[in-house]
């Protein structure tokens, strides 16, 4: 069976704890691998390599790190199929999915390639007599991301690539579920020229989180996740001194204005409600119909799903991939067999499907409810699956108040053909990502991501500007030279003394 080890310090080292995890192929059932599960020891291994690393790493050239950047963001560019079979093999989602999940985080690699612009400093001369004042950012040392299941790949490149960049040193701890991504992506960054040390992965479960967010050298930790871990992870490692963004989940609303056009909202809340079989956290989840048009709506939604084709992710003609685990399967199953009786018509129960030759694969149809209670556990909770809720409004207003009494704020989207009610609904929502007439408002790499209320825990939002400040800490400088015609007060070199 295969075997998923640590990176440390440049290169793999054999798990010693003796706890092993499970890898198993979503499309089968089957388990494929066994990831090594860090003790605390080898946490502090990791923490200290990067620790060593950061000694030379941050004092290194932006030249220097900038090369590094642009041969990693090259090979990961020629081995984005490669990246891609891992995810599919490990998580379960369709190759094309894979790939795109690649592509978006080779935006930040391309963001952090171009360093020297975003950490250029600001300087102000003559604001006294000779006396000037410069604000520079410096990295903060050593940094650490624990990332979730569902982007093996994209999400650790969301946080490494631009932390290098800034000069820090990382230690990641990826999801056990599916690990084998994240030992490529640091291969190929060792390929690139990194220094040994300056990206480290250590894989495990509960244990290997709590050493990281205790730990006295590490400096600053990423966090993407669910509310109630993000929550965690940023009252423990706040608690230590430590800066943390921790991303939670979201309940991702579409409002749908009477004006709007149906073919295209019923096409973007399919490929955003199902798309990655529903395991993102930008998933749309919750379909807001204002006015007559809500029966049209759930037919037309209801039409495109029912031709979704669900296979195994190496199929190409897999539209839709299992999902995760077992366990994961039968909790969002339980939200759709539980929300009739808490007042949602079933227009789709996606729950008894499976796959022809894979029937021990962890699948799940595509599941529609209508008509449903802003009380129902299928509404308050983030199931993360391919559930699609629709809930109805007589009004814009009323349906903008029903999205912004959520607890989540992560983000949301609006389809209409009126730019005064889009400009509206943009100033008047409560979420930190906004679609008009685009569903999956995901922000491109130089623009920062992240929620607002219960979908972030921190100050700061992951990559772009954002990032950069997460990955750095300011400093001001002030400065007084006496002037060289003062002969006494230094070298005499030739100045009149007559000025």
């Known amino acids: 069976m295969k075997t998923v080890n640590h990176w440390i310090g440049g290169k793999t080292v054999e798990g010693a704890s003796g706890n092993w995890g499970p890898v198993t192929d979503p499309a089968t059932g089957e388990v494929t691998t066994e990831v090594a599960l860090a003790s605390v020891e080898e946490v502090d291994a990791a923490v200290a390599a990067a620790k060593e690393a950061y000694e030379a790493w941050g004092t290194s050239s932006l030249a220097q790190r900038t090369a590094v950047l642009f041969r990693y963001r090259a090979l990961l560019d020629a081995r984005r199929d490669d990246i891609a079979a891992l995810i599919t093999a490990e998580h379960g989602k369709v190759h094309s999915d894979a790939l795109g999940e690649v592509a978006r985080g080779l935006e930040i690699v391309e963001l952090a390639c171009g360093i020297t612009t975003q950490l250029k400093g600001e300087l102000s001369t003559q604001v006294s007599n000779r006396v000037d004042v410069a604000s520079i950012r410096q990295p903060l040392g050593v940094v650490a991301g624990i990332t979730p299941f569902n982007f093996p790949a994209m999400v650790p490149m969301w946080m490494f690539p631009l932390a290098i960049a800034c000069g820090n040193t990382f230690v990641l701890k990826p999801s056990e579920k599916d690990p084998s991504a994240a030992n490529l992506l640091a291969e190929l960054a060792a390929e690139a020229g990194l220094p040994d040390g300056v990206l480290n992965v250590v894989h495990g479960d509960k244990v290997a989180v709590d050493a990281l967010l205790a730990h006295p050298d590490v400096a600053a930790v990423s966090f993407v996740g669910s509310t109630p871990i993000a929550r965690y992870i940023h009252t423990t490692a706040s608690a230590k001194g430590k800066r943390v963004q921790a991303l939670g989940g979201a309940k991702n609303h579409m409002l749908v204005l009477p004006d709007a056009d149906l073919d295209a909202a019923a096409d973007a ?231």
């Not at 079933?346 to 499907?353: F, K, P, Q, S």
């Not at 607002?452 to 400093?475: E, P, Q």
């Open 269 to 499: 809340a399919v490929s955003a409600a199902y798309g990655s079989a529903g395991e993102r956290c930008m998933a749309i989840s919750a379909v807001v119909a204002v006015g007559h048009i809500a029966d049209e709506l759930v037919e037309k939604i209801r039409e495109r799903a029912e031709k979704i084709k669900i296979g195994p992710g190496d199929d190409p003609a897999s539209e839709m991939g299992p999902l995760i685990t077992k366990a994961h399967r039968d909790k969002v199953a339980s939200y759709v067999t539980g929300a009739a009786a808490q007042g949602a018509e079933v227009v789709l129960d996606g729950t008894g499907h499976t796959v022809d030759g894979f029937e021990d694969g962890h699948w799940i149809g595509l599941s529609l409810l209508d008509k449903v209670s802003t009380d129902s556990d299928a509404y308050r909770d983030e199931i993360f699956g391919p559930v699609l809720c629709v809930l109805r409004t007589e009004t814009y207003e009323e349906g903008v108040a029903l999205i912004n009494a959520s607890p989540f704020g992560n983000g949301t989207a609006v389809f209409t053909r009126d730019g005064g009610a889009a400009r509206r609904f943009q100033l008047e929502v409560q979420a930190g990502m906004v679609g008009v007439n685009v569903p999956i408002p995901v922000p491109v790499g130089y623009h920062s991501f992240g929620g607002w209320k219960d979908s972030l825990f921190g100050d700061h939002h992951i990559y772009g500007n954002d990032g950069v400040h997460f990955y750095t800490r300011g400093k001001v400088v002030t400065t007084r030279w006496p002037d060289p015609s003062e002969g006494h007060l230094g070298v005499d070199l030739g100045f009149p003394r007559n000025h």
